[in-house]
């Protein structure tokens, strides 16, 4: 029989992997999306296929790929008391929480560059959707100006994707800013923010580890008591018959 504390960690657990599961899905299907779903050439036969638009792509499946295996793996074990399953999910996790951490570190330190990077792959989005219309390219934008409160590259003037900005009422849609700028202006005034975003992900997860160790240890303690034997006596009734 599981204790209070395993029972709680063995619920978390897989929930946690769940919703790990459906952002790594969602982060694989935007990516491959993205790389398959549009063409990526523009008016006058102009390359849109980036590096930065291929590196954000790439980021994108590797991370949602690395989410799903990690997810997976942790609910075969939580579900079925896997020791060995467990053990692997508690690898794989201290893993990501490494690069998560080191991640927003680096993001933190080079808060320019990172900025850089994000601004010309949006903008890279922004093109390919003028381009071609894709509801990938749509999704995409709309999930970054929703995030940064921003509006495509024109900002209250925008009148290209006007339709992927966040719901505002009609006075409130002349205060939108442009959004390679706000992206900018977080990173570079934020930079402690999104390092504690970073971290606070980074956290999540290691409580997640540290139920996997819980559960970990208590199967292990489980497997290890030896088995209950009950005592065969005579009933009353024989004794006395005898």
């Known amino acids: 029989m599981m204790n209070g504390c395993a029972q709680m960690c063995k619920c978390f657990l897989i929930l946690f ?3 790990f599961a459906l952002v790594g899905f969602g982060l694989v299907a935007l990516g491959m999306w993205l790389r398959f779903g549009a063409e990526t050439r523009g008016f006058f036969n102009i390359d849109l296929s980036t590096p930065e638009f291929k590196i954000g792509v790439m980021v994108l499946v590797v991370t949602g790929v690395l989410m799903l295996l990690v997810a997976i ?15 692997v999910f508690s690898g794989l996790l201290t ?3 490494i690069i998560e951490i080191a991640a927003g570190v680096m ?7 990172v900025s850089g990077e994000l601004v010309n792959f949006y903008a890279t989005i922004y093109a390919q959707f003028l381009n071609t219309r894709s509801p990938a390219q749509a999704v995409t934008l709309e999930l970054f100006n929703n995030a940064f409160d921003c509006c495509g590259v024109g ?5 290209f994707v006007r339709d992927t900005c ?3 009422s009609f006075l409130e849609q002349f205060t939108y800013s442009s959004c390679p700028i706000v992206i900018k202006d977080v990173f570079n005034s934020n930079a402690p923010l999104v390092l504690g975003g970073f971290l606070g992900t980074a956290g999540i997860m290691t409580l997640a580890l540290v139920c996997s160790c819980v559960l970990q240890r208590h ?18 009734s024989a004794a ?3």
């Open 73 to 87: 793996i942790g609910d075969c074990g939580a579900c079925n008391n896997s020791k060995a399953a467990l053990g």
């Open 95 to 97: 893993v990501l929480i």
């Open 240 to 242: 006395r018959m005898i």
């Open 166 to 168: 966040p719901k505002a």
């Open 107 to 113: 993001a933190f330190m080079w808060s320019d560059r």
């Open 155 to 159: 900002g209250s003037i925008e009148m």
């Open 17 to 19: 992997n769940i919703l």
């Open 219 to 236: 199967v292990s303690v489980s497997h290890a008591s030896p088995p209950a034997y009950v005592l065969l006596t005579s009933p009353p």
